[in-house]
């Protein structure tokens, strides 16, 4: 009988399953690069957040208490809250008199500013003016997300305080240092001190 030439050689099943192997290696390798490379993204994408926070948080601050007015305080019914600077963590927030954070670097007017936690998130609420009638009118900025904790301190001249103010003395005046310390969800530690740098007292 005569042999076909053109008779073709098919793969062996053992060259099919080697294939298949070296297919699954690739496989393998390749999602385990894919899934390094989504993480270190991840990583990279968080750490970039957090820093962004923390330089929005330290310039707001800053530029909010070197340019505090040591004047008093006037509550929403319009009285006198006889007091220039009022904090503590009882209340996880502060609140003072700034000049307005605007696009006109000349303007004066002056404002409410209150740093508060709310929902794992530091926040800056700017009233529209320095003695608002409406404690739910005004602008507000989330500073910093994602607190697991939260720690505000306050210094005179000699010692640290959880609250603000502690005496007669200290109602008159803004704090000499402000510390904020917050701890966030990926147990990471941020600490911002500022020294607003009004050593005068309101008469």
Known sequence: MKKNKDFKKGFTLVEVLISIVILSLIAVITSNFLKSSIQSRDLVSGKSQYIYEFNLLTSTLYEDLINAVNVPLINFRGDSEKATFIGGAD????????????????????VRVQYVLENQSLVRRQFYTASPANPLEYMETILFEGIDNFQLEFADKTRWFYSWPQEPMTKRQIPSLIK?????????????????????VYE
């Open 91 to 110: 209340t996880d927030s502060f609140s003072f008199t700034t000049k307005a954070i605007t696009q006109d670097i000349s303007s004066k007017d002056l």
């Open 180 to 200: 904020v310390s917050i701890t966030n969800i990926q147990d990471e530690s941020f600490v911002w001190i500022v020294n607003p740098n009004i050593n005068t």
